[in-house]
């Protein structure tokens, strides 16, 4: 009985035996990670000026509990977008080629984040925005290569950087949005006479990552390598132009096809079964259902805790909160990004490889349930002993405890990649599991920061709904997660 290759093939062949590790390809993880680096970059940098520029516009009418509305506007625009698109990127880059599409996003976003900081009108805000979000494709393509990079033996290794690179971006991003905003009036010697700035108070901050963009454009166009390993050139893709054996068959045979494009014609016939692109329909496995929807899952609640914890953070103590300053917000935040980064990099290839990629995931997931346990015991012991030692203590476990949630985002990335029927619908699987990330980003913010303001004015539950809410979401998707394989490429 001969094996023939199906779509329910696995990306990898299991290890039987421990081997030993692959070395990373290290100059093209590095151009990867840069660009991993631009999506938050990007995305982020907007978020310390955005109420300031939307009071600017005039178009809350001097209402302020009106900003909050078009702020959230602005942060879900993107997301929404960019779930609408990103199933599309990545099943053309299965087929002309990963390379292509990374530059023509990277142009993308450059181009909408330059018109944001020229956008004067909200709307000329919501269409940047949008244009951002729905160009900005890259996140799945970049992991596809990444896993095309790299091998059973390795790939825990190389998934280690993506929340480094995930966790610099978020922190640059609102660093620079609001250092460099309004900079005639914040640095008056450098600025004051620019009348470019002045008209345009919020375009620098937006420059800095669009500039970024452009340069990794540049890097990416001369020193990034296609691992797509048969790709359709673009213009024959999109039936600009056709295949020139086509051509030749066609003449040869008197048939005419007008109607076909060059992609349709060929088929690419001398290309193996298995590596040729699926249809959507095929990927609709149970393995990429299960990972997608883990996937899914973990995001909902890491981004449900990250909306909270600074509202959390900055109401006060009487009202449910822990009355800190923005300064005492922003040290621990930084605080999560250094421990997050150094226990990535030293830990997390050694657990997964101790405990295997459904364990570690778990374990990740399961750890949410003590950090939102976490915000009321910290109120109660705030309203007791004020500022006391105990009240740090429990936020430093929480600090310490979240950090395991960027841990179960590299397991999934690799349940992902062993998902995926065949190496050639990489792109697809990533881009599928991406888009439901993207729903739940645009969602989750906003219902878990409404959840908190109904759970304190109504004082459901003694003003904790909210985190019984979100605990109740933990032990589901505790539950969805052990019917992951026990053996991600089996």
Known sequence: MTNQPDEETPLLPQQQTKKKPTPLPWFQLSILLCLHLAAPFTSQVIYPFVPELIRSLGITNGEEKKVGYYVGMMQSIFFI????????????????????VILAGLAGVSISMYLFGLSRTFWGLVVSRSLSGALNGNLSVIKSMMTELTDSTNIAKAYTYIPIASSTGATLGPIIGGSLSRPAERFPKLFGHNEFLKKYPYFLPCAVPATYTVVAWL?????????????????????????ENDRKAQAAEGIEEPGQSGTQTTQRRDIPDDEKPLPLRSLLTRKVILAAGNYASLSLIDIAYRAIQPVFFSTPIEDGGLGLSPLQIGKIMSTYGILNGIFQICFFARIHDWWGSKKTFIVGVAATLPVFAAFPVINYLARVDGYGLSVWMVVGLQVVLSILISMSYGAVFIFIAGASPNRASLGATNGLSQTTVSIMRAIGPATANSLFSLSIDKGYMGGNLVYYVLMSTVIASLYF????PSNVWE
């Open 81 to 100: 977008t960019q779930a609408l698109t990103m199933l599309h990127w990545s099943r053309i880059s299965d087929r002309v080629g990963r390379k292509p």
């Open 219 to 243: 890097v990416t166009f001369v020193f990034l390598k296609e691992t797509v390993k048969h790709p359709v050139p673009v213009l024959q893709y999109f039936g600009l132009r056709k295949d």
């Open 481 to 484: 997660a052990s019917l992951l």
